[in-house]
């Protein structure tokens, strides 16, 4: 069996020039040079419902000597209640009971990707770290196609998107970014129809920068104005601006080009180094401080600025908050679109059911991702969005 620093060179030198569709041969091809019987790639869909391969071309002469591979298909996998799914929900590799099958997870730095599914004779140890390997640079792959190959975006959707939605998702990094020392995960629903949530994250110089905005509207034009707000909130704290700076730009840029929008914000930083968390919050709710499995009451609680867009010219600057964390600490960040979904009755989902859905999770051992990813689900199974609603949950964890 070839080195698999050699096999995996190779296949890394080979992917220079081929697009996506040319990936799952690829990983396959390589995977049997390792030893296994194949491997194939599936990928999360944009609200986390599902994992769809990527095209897969079956051997065109299989060895007499592998065993069938009948689960092998082109048909998506749920996420909810699949082994496969398993391994996307918990970021571990799991295995079949036969010992045939496995699935690893691709991982993006901390983002969820989707699953690695490989198949061979029998597993052992120094086989499955070859997989994860694998699985690493598979993803690799995926997400330097995933800015410009339609397969990807393809795999990737379930329906049609609205162009205000294409404008924010084009804007938008990825969900969770994060180190060993902190995490950030958001999720934007309605995922196909956003119009006027976005939310942004990024890591600099010890800093964690955060931005959860909610434009007034669900059309078009509201896409436009936080597409503007997170052009404009990047491009002064890349000057060297303030929170302060960030939030006067975005006024001064919305009242002069889109005049009739207001926006709503909560803008943060995180010394990464030493817990302190500061924020100005613009006509938003205030997030919310989880310790030790609980809301810290009032924690967060100022009063708010006016929202952005008003033209507030010499009008005072926003005041700047500050609230020093406490390791394994949570900031919780929303927009109202959350906590005024209702039920079928009528009723509120709110603020409380908010944190302790969170709560519930992480006291089940979710990570953030997955905190979220059932939360949304919560909701999309006993509430009805009226609006927008993004979700941002920030977790310190020093080590």
Same mark, same amino acid.
Request: charged share 20%; with cysteine; proline share 7%.
């Given at each position: &069996?070839?080195n698999?620093?050699?096999?995996?060179?190779?296949?890394?030198?080979?992917? /220079?020039?081929?697009?996506?569709?040319?990936?799952?041969?690829?990983?396959?091809?390589?995977?049997?040079? =390792?030893?296994?019987?194949?491997a +194939? %790639?599936y990928?999360?869909?944009? +609200?986390q419902?599902?994992?769809?391969?990527?095209?897969?071309?079956?051997? !065109?002469?299989?060895?007499?000597?592998?065993?069938?591979?009948?689960?092998?298909?082109?048909?998506?996998?749920?996420?909810?209640?699949?082994?496969?799914?398993?391994?996307?929900?918990?970021?571990?590799?799991?295995?079949?009971?036969?010992?045939?099958?496995?699935?690893?997870?691709?991982?993006?730095?901390?983002?969820?990707?989707?699953?690695?599914?490989v198949?061979?004779?029998?597993?052992?140890?120094?086989?499955? !770290?070859?997989?994860a390997?694998?699985?690493?640079?598979?993803? $690799?792959?995926? &997400?330097a196609?995933?800015?410009?190959? #339609?397969?990807?975006?393809?795999?990737?959707?379930?329906?049609?998107?609205?162009?205000?939605? #294409? =404008?924010?998702?084009?804007? %938008?990094p990825?969900?969770?970014?994060?180190?060993?020392?902190?995490?950030?995960?958001?999720?934007?629903?309605?995922?196909y129809?956003?119009g006027?949530?976005?939310f942004?994250?990024?890591?600099g110089?010890?800093v964690?920068h955060?931005? $959860?905005?909610?434009? &007034?509207?669900?059309?078009?034009?509201s896409?436009? @104005?936080?597409?503007v707000?997170?052009g404009?909130?990047?491009?002064?704290?890349?000057?060297?601006g303030?929170l302060?700076?960030i939030?006067?730009?975005?006024?001064?840029t919305?009242?002069?080009?889109?005049?009739?929008?207001l926006?709503? @914000?909560?803008?943060?930083? $995180?010394?990464?180094?030493?817990?302190?968390?500061?924020?100005? /919050?613009?006509?938003?709710?205030?997030p919310? =401080?989880?310790?030790?499995?609980? %809301?810290?009451? *009032?924690?967060?609680?100022?009063?708010?600025?006016?929202?952005?867009?008003l033209?507030?010219? +010499?009008?005072?600057?926003p005041?700047?908050?500050?609230?020093? $964390?406490?390791?394994?600490?949570? %900031?919780l960040?929303?927009?109202?679109?959350?906590?005024?979904?209702?039920?079928?009755?009528?009723?509120?989902?709110? !603020? *409380?059911?908010?944190?302790?859905?969170?709560?519930r999770? &992480?006291?089940?051992? /979710?990570?953030?991702? #997955?905190?979220?990813?059932r =939360?949304?689900? /919560?909701?999309?199974?006993?509430?009805?969005?009226?609006?927008?609603?993004?979700?941002?949950?920030?977790?310190?964890?020093?080590?």
């Amino acid at each position: &069996m070839p080195n698999e620093d050699a096999v995996l060179s190779a296949l890394l030198a080979r992917s /220079n020039r081929v697009t996506a569709a040319d990936i799952p041969a690829l990983i396959d091809e390589a995977g049997r040079k =390792l030893g296994l019987s194949g491997a +194939q %790639v599936y990928l999360a869909d944009l +609200q986390q419902a599902r994992l769809t391969p990527l095209v897969h071309p079956a051997p !065109e002469t299989p060895s007499p000597n592998e065993p069938t591979d009948p689960s092998e298909s082109s048909e998506p996998i749920q996420i909810e209640g699949s082994m496969a799914g398993l391994a996307y929900r918990t970021q571990r590799t799991q295995r079949s009971r036969d010992d045939c099958t496995a699935w690893v997870p691709m991982i993006d730095g901390v983002e969820r990707v989707g699953v690695l599914r490989v198949t061979a004779p029998c597993f052992e140890d120094t086989l499955l !770290e070859s997989c994860a390997a694998l699985s690493g640079l598979a993803t $690799l792959l995926v &997400m330097a196609k995933a800015s410009h190959d #339609e397969l990807v975006v393809d795999r990737t959707r379930s329906r049609t998107m609205t162009t205000q939605a #294409e =404008l924010l998702w084009a804007f %938008v990094p990825p969900r969770t970014i994060g180190t060993d020392d902190v995490t950030s995960t958001a999720i934007l629903e309605p995922a196909y129809e956003a119009g006027g949530d976005a939310f942004d994250h990024s890591l600099g110089d010890g800093v964690l920068h955060l931005a $959860l905005l909610d434009a &007034m509207g669900h059309d078009l034009a509201s896409g436009g @104005a936080s597409a503007v707000a997170l052009g404009a909130s990047r491009a002064t704290r890349r000057a060297g601006g303030t929170l302060a700076d960030i939030a006067t730009t975005i006024d001064t840029t919305l009242s002069e080009w889109i005049p009739d929008r207001l926006l709503t @914000a909560v803008i943060a930083r $995180l010394d990464i180094a030493t817990g302190q968390f500061t924020w100005i /919050n613009c006509g938003h709710p205030p997030p919310l =401080l989880i310790r030790e499995g609980h %809301v810290v009451p *009032q924690a967060m609680e100022f009063p708010a600025y006016l929202p952005l867009g008003l033209g507030l010219g +010499q009008a005072a600057a926003p005041d700047e908050h500050h609230i020093r $964390l406490q390791p394994g600490d949570r %900031v919780l960040l929303y927009s109202d679109g959350v906590t005024e979904a209702r039920t079928s009755d009528g009723s509120l989902f709110g !603020e *409380q059911r908010l944190a302790d859905s969170v709560i519930r999770s &992480m006291a089940s051992g /979710n990570a953030p991702p #997955e905190t979220l990813r059932r =939360l949304v689900r /919560n909701l999309h199974e006993h509430h009805r969005l009226h609006d927008d609603a993004t979700i941002m949950l920030v977790r310190w964890h020093p080590h």
